[in-house]
């Protein structure tokens, strides 16, 4: 038995696509196939019926996905365990949050929770959305940020996980106040003229979001730029390359600045929900003193 081949099969029990889940695991499909194969051989039975699409658990999958995600979790609390008792220290929290939320949100909440909570020691993974669901649900981490909307499809099952909604923060169109001004740029109604779309991947879910804020209005974008993170696309913002939907908290003092600017109506921007998950079983008394701060 390889854990690999655990952390593998659980990747692949959520995403149900083999190609999409041997990238995240960073691996070719094809190795990724063989360490599959070799789990279903070590277990004795198929796991993942291979003639659907997507592929599907077999009943024998489906009672081993929950097996490995217990093992996972168990085998990574008592690591974090013997690793603290060996460096004689309180253990890490350990939180993973989208790359916009841990820059423009959890740091600051940290600096502040750090004057009141001296026992406080925690560990940040900013990663992608699925990257971060995934840790929490391998007992990779403590604690989950991440955005929430109301069309968009949670990748976490919320329902294994105690949830706590911390606050909402707008996703903004926005764009360099003087290229904007220079170029006609507009999102609404006719235009002369193209407008330069500083756009997301689309299989991440700030994509996913504006592509529903967007919806079916006919639109002057036009995709120049692409990139899964909100700092990118900001950067390219600033220096006039064209429209981006921003995270507020990141670009409050360009807004104030007038460096970058609104653009539509508000009908163009989307609402989202901060929320924290965590499985409170798990958390120790400082886990439990950090939830209750949030």
Not at 49 to 67: E, N, W
Not at 260 to 284: E, H, K, N, Q
Request: aromatic fraction near 8%.
């Amino acid at each position: 038995m390889d854990i690999n081949w655990l952390i593998d099969f659980v990747c692949l029990g959520r995403t149900l696509n083999f190609s999409r889940a041997a990238e995240e695991r960073n691996v070719t499909q094809s190795a990724f196939s063989r360490r599959i194969r070799s789990l279903e051989s070590w277990v004795g039975t198929t796991l993942v019926d291979r003639s659907s699409y997507p592929v599907q658990l077999t009943p024998a999958g489906r009672q081993f996905l929950s097996t490995a995600q217990v093992t996972l979790a168990q085998l990574t609390d008592a690591r974090q365990a013997i690793r603290a008792a060996e460096r004689n220290k309180l253990p890490l929290q350990r939180i993973a949050a989208l790359h916009a939320i841990s820059v423009n949100f959890l740091q600051p909440r940290l600096t502040e929770f750090a004057k009141t909570m001296p026992d406080l020691r925690t560990r940040v993974v900013s990663d992608t959305m699925a990257a971060c669901c995934q840790l929490l649900t391998d007992g990779g981490c403590e604690f989950l940020l991440y955005y929430r909307h109301q069309h968009v499809e949670p990748i976490l099952d919320e329902t294994r996980f105690a949830r706590k909604d911390i606050c909402t923060e707008d996703l903004i169109p926005v764009a360099q106040q003087a290229a904007a001004l220079r170029h006609g740029w507009t999102l609404g109604g006719p235009s002369r003229t193209s407008v330069p779309y500083l756009s997301y991947d689309p299989d991440t879910f700030l994509g996913s979001v504006v592509d529903r804020t967007i919806g079916q209005r006919q639109t002057p974008l036009d995709i120049r730029y692409m990139d899964a993170l909100a700092e990118a696309l900001k950067r390219q913002a600033v220096a006039g390359a064209g429209v981006a939907w921003l995270p507020a908290f990141s670009i409050a003092e360009e807004l104030a600045d007038g460096r970058l600017v609104r653009m539509g109506g508000p009908s163009w921007t989307a609402r989202l929900t901060i929320s924290l998950f965590c499985s409170p079983d798990r958390l120790d008394k400082v886990g439990r003193a950090l939830w209750d701060a949030f």
